[in-house]
């Protein structure tokens, strides 16, 4: 039924600035949507289409009165910037929400405008899903200003208090390949990986031993924000190189362990980019995978309760 991960979005209150951050900065191409997306859905939105993973969408409210704008904008005062929405794809969107209505997962009505139908955060372990057609992003050829340096995204990291509960919920209610349990000695948490069947991927993490740092920024931000999407993950051949280069242009870098070829993170627009070496790369070095690091995550105000 899920037929692909094709992006996910970030909710911005500075669009012009996201524009430049995301082509200047990172080099990722970008179509910007903006001249129709106005008129139609009452934001802004454009398109970044690196090379591998799934895309990243930015969006703005525009028109106070559109049904797109009033959910971004309480979006932006309740949690302010960041991610925003994870998108699939199936063939029928409608008849897929029928299905996984009867699933037990919250399907909300047809937003006015929209090309596609939401699932509510509650029932997705905080994570806003929106399914649209397959197909729903027919991407043009776009140059980047600066030179490439990361991929687009290679998986999205989702706070939940019980990843167990979940999972089951990505598995039975969703359909999609839903892995084993795997405990992280490193970062202190539980993981599970959901593949799409094109796209990203989704690490479901809970945290268990908060002595390390990462199981404890997990604790924090469903403690504080009910966790949800967290990260994106974003590939580059050599992290050292990319760190210098990304310094250069201005953006503002983090170690997430201080070792040499450790991942990189950066905060954009308040969303938490975790910028790891390919997997290729890395087995050639002799690195380790799991090293992954403490997560940094931005500050957000809490969500009314």
């Not at 289409?49 to 990243?56: C, E, K």
């Amino acid at each position: 039924m899920i037929s692909a991960l094709p992006r996910i979005a970030i909710a911005t209150h500075d669009f012009d600035g996201a524009l430049e951050t995301f082509r200047d900065r990172f080099g990722m191409p970008i179509i910007d949507l903006s001249e129709k997306s106005v008129e139609g859905l009452g934001a802004r939105l454009a398109m970044c289409v690196p090379r591998g993973g799934s895309n990243i969408e930015l969006m703005a409210p525009a028109d106070e009165q559109a049904p797109l704008s009033k959910s971004l904008n309480r979006f932006l005062e309740q949690r302010g910037e960041g991610l925003f929405a994870l998108m699939l794809e199936a063939a029928d969107p409608n008849s897929a929400a029928d299905v996984l209505a009867k699933r037990g997962l919250s399907v909300l009505p047809l937003m006015e405008g929209a090309g596609g139908r939401d699932v509510h955060p509650r029932s997705t372990g905080g994570v806003l899903i929106r399914i649209y057609p397959d197909g729903s992003f027919q991407g043009r050829d776009a140059s980047p200003a600066q030179t490439p340096l990361v991929s687009g995204i290679d998986r999205v990291i989702v706070a939940v208090p019980d990843v167990d509960k979940i999972a089951k919920v990505y598995r039975r209610g969703l359909g999609l390949d839903v892995g084993p349990r795997v405990m992280d000695e490193h970062r202190g948490v539980f993981e599970v990986l959901v593949t799409p069947p094109r796209g990203a991927r989704i690490e479901l993490v809970s945290p268990v031993d908060l002595e390390q740092p990462f199981a404890r920024d997990i604790n924090d931000s469903i403690q504080v924000r009910r966790g949800g999407m967290v990260a994106l993950v974003l590939r580059v051949e050599d992290s050292q190189v990319a760190r210098r280069v990304l310094v250069e242009r201005g953006l503002e870098v983090e170690d997430s362990t201080g070792a040499p070829r450790s991942p990189v993170q950066i905060n954009a627009h308040g969303a938490r980019l975790l910028i790891e070496e390919s997997r290729s790369s890395s087995r050639e070095r002799g690195l380790i995978e799991g090293d992954r690091g403490p997560l940094a995550l931005p500050r957000r105000p809490g969500l009314s309760q």
